[in-house]
Structure formats: C-alpha cells, structure tokens
C-alpha cells in the first residue's frame, strides 16, 4: 500500500464509529476529519485499503487478535491512555453467572482479583453517569501497592485522577463524576 507523507498541515480524513475516539482524535489532529465508519475489522481494513479514508481508527486488540501486522502491508500509529483515553473496561474479558450457580465457584477460582478491583471502579463510573455507547466517556483504573488511580472523562480536554485506597473504589468514583 502506498504510504502519503504527512505533515501537521495535511487534511485527512478518519474513519471512526466511536465518539470517544473521535473527540481524543480531533484533539491531537486539529487537521483531522472524521467520517463514520462500520463493519468488522476486515471490513474496516478493507474500506481503508480502497481509499474511503485516509486512515481509520480502531483497537488494537482486534490486530492483534487476528494477527494483522506490519508486515501486511499496513502502518499502525498506537495511542497510549494519556492521548485516547480507553472505554471503561475495555480488555477485560468477564463472564457473569447466577451468584448460586456451581459455576460461581469455577469464576471465582479463575478471577483476577486486581483486575476485578479495577473494572469494579471503571464500572461506577459509568453507573453514576448512566453512560452508555453514545456518550464519549473514558475510563482507566490502574491498581498498585494497595491503591487504585482513577482516570475519567466525558472531554479529552479535561481528564480528572485521584488515587484512594481499594477499599474506597466507589466514594472515588463518585467524587470523580462529581468534577467532571
């Protein structure tokens, strides 16, 4: 695939289907134009490779996943959670079961008890928000040392931390949601 020069004063156009990743885009590419886009990975990659956009923007998991690399043909431009703050809970795989299921048993033995820490504060943030796939919100929760920072957003412009100890996850969500 031919590769475009690009230079901060090019105008491009993104395909995107999220408005989270949009709003962090537009942020970082002042030059960017957006146009939204659906269907599967291979769809997207498809609709890129024909010219329907200059780039498009979507997870990494989903490359990695179907091992689509480099070596394809593609370039890839990865984003950390400083410049596009992640959905809540995004990576985390889970599986739900009746509380007195047997299976109950099985979950809780396979459980990761940092990260469930985490999704647990991810998850108030988008319960006190009653957000849902329409609003732009962004959530990172990181756990170490006992304690868990908390990132949130409904604007890229304006990310609000604040750290607590783990015991304290939900009184952190809400004073997150209260600033934001």
């Known amino acids: 695939m031919p590769q475009t020069e690009y230079n901060s004063q090019t105008a491009f156009t993104v ?10 885009f537009a942020r970082l590419y ?12 291979d769809t997207r990659l498809n609709k ?25 043909g ?25 509380s007195k299921s047997y299976v109950s048993e099985i ?4 459980t990761h008890k940092e990260t469930q820490i985490c999704f ?10 009653n957000g849902d796939c329409s609003v732009p919100l962004g959530a990172l929760a990181i756990h170490k040392d006992g304690k868990v920072t908390l990132k949130a957003s409904v604007d890229p412009n304006r990310v609000i931390s604040k750290a607590s ?16």
């Not at 329907?52 to 998991?61: F, M, N």
């Open 107 to 110: 979950v809780q033995s396979v």
């Open 165 to 180: 100890d783990i015991s304290q996850i939900k009184q952190l969500a809400k004073e997150l949601v209260s600033q934001l």
């Open 74 to 98: 593609w370039k890839f431009r990865f984003f950390d959670s400083d410049e596009s703050m992640p959905a809540p809970c995004q990576g985390i795989i889970a599986l739900e079961c009746k």
């Open 15 to 24: 395909g995107t289907g999220s408005l989270r990743r949009l709003m962090n």
């Open 48 to 72: 890129l490779a024909c010219g329907e956009y200059d780039g498009i923007i979507v997870a990494a998991a989903g490359l990695e996943r179907l091992g689509i690399t480099e070596a394809d």
């Open 30 to 41: 002042k030059n960017a134009s957006f146009a939204d886009i659906r269907g599967n990975v």
């Open 120 to 129: 647990e504060a991810e998850r108030e943030i988008v319960t006190l928000l």
